[in-house]
């Protein structure tokens, strides 16, 4: 056999191991391992290969409002996180169902609600409610409700809200908490920020302190929830933005703002982070795989 047979039969060898093994990627936007890509700044970015959130799943609903515009699409360990997180709460609380509003378009990119949500890393999710005799609600339809630092429903000036009995919708600080600490446990994700208004995020911290949560936890959720200096205040729903894993970084995605503390070493060492999609999806079928916690 000559030796450019030879080469030939060797290349299509690998090309086949290559595949069973799924690799990661061998240049920037040129092979990956096939799942969502990230690129850019999440307000100006863009996004290959999306995971769409299904329009319903155990315990969460995407409303028809957003819905209709389209916005529903992430990278899949945001996608998966969520739904999981979900998932959870329903299973404390038979009938609790989250609201899942705006990811991003179909390729990432502006779209006319929002300056960020354009790299797949962003999600609203509308706030768990209850009425006055504690008892769950479903989430708005139409629109988010704003809820005051007591966590009472309100409509801010100029504001005329078409959702029907929303006067008696209460913010379920309960079940908000373990949306976040599920979130927050989540291995196949890093939060960088979940954006909330100040009088909310202190009674969130207040609930988990008082019903001794994790420490590590209450520790976390202090870090990276905020209210935004150059936004709303965010009184009316969770916008949760997750870094960039390494796969998409080395496909171009950038974080902005700051890489906390406890995320340092994970950024600058080379190591298996635990987010990693491709090591969560061998984790997966692999449970023993070595270094994934």
């Known amino acids: 056999m000559g030796w450019r047979r030879q080469e030939r039969a060797l290349a299509v060898l690998l090309i086949g191991a290559l595949g069973a093994w799924e690799p990661a990627c061998a240049g920037p ?63 404390r609380s038979e009938k609790a169902l989250l609201g899942v509003a705006d990811l ?3 390729a990432g990119g502006r779209s006319r609600w929002h300056r960020s949500h354009q790299s797949g890393r962003d999600i609203d999710l509308i706030f768990y409610a209850v009425d006055d005799e504690g008892l769950p609600l479903d989430p708005p339809t139409t629109e988010m409700i704003h809820y ?18 929303w006067e008696r919708r209460r913010f379920d600080v309960e079940r908000n908490w373990r949306l976040l600490e599920s979130l927050l446990a989540d291995p196949s994700i890093r939060i960088q920020w979940i954006f909330v208004s100040e009088g909310l995020r202190a009674q969130l911290l207040d609930y988990a302190v008082e019903s001794e949560r994790p420490t590590w936890a209450v520790e976390y959720a202090k ?53 990693d999609p491709v090591r969560w999806r061998m984790a997966m079928a692999l449970p023993g795989l070595a270094g994934f916690h």
């Open 148 to 165: 005051d630092a007591e966590g009472k429903a309100y409509a801010p000036r100029r504001t005329v809200y078409t959702e029907t009995g």
């Open 223 to 275: 870090v990276v929830l905020r209210q935004p200096a150059d936004a709303p205040p965010h009184d009316d729903h969770f916008h949760m933005r997750i870094y960039c894993s390494r796969t998409d970084r080395f496909h171009g995605c950038v974080d902005r703002g700051p890489v906390w503390h406890h995320e340092k070493k994970t950024f600058k060492y080379s190591g298996a982070e635990r987010y």
């Open 104 to 106: 991003s378009p179909i």
């Open 29 to 91: 936007n040129l092979w990956t391992d096939g799942t969502s890509i990230s690129t850019g700044h999440s307000n100006r970015g863009r996004l290959r290969r999306p995971a769409k959130m299904p329009e319903k799943g155990p315990g969460y609903e995407v409303p028809q409002t957003w819905r209709s515009r389209g916005n529903v699409y992430g990278v899949e360990e945001l996608v998966a996180a969520v739904a999981r997180a979900a998932h959870a709460v329903l299973n």
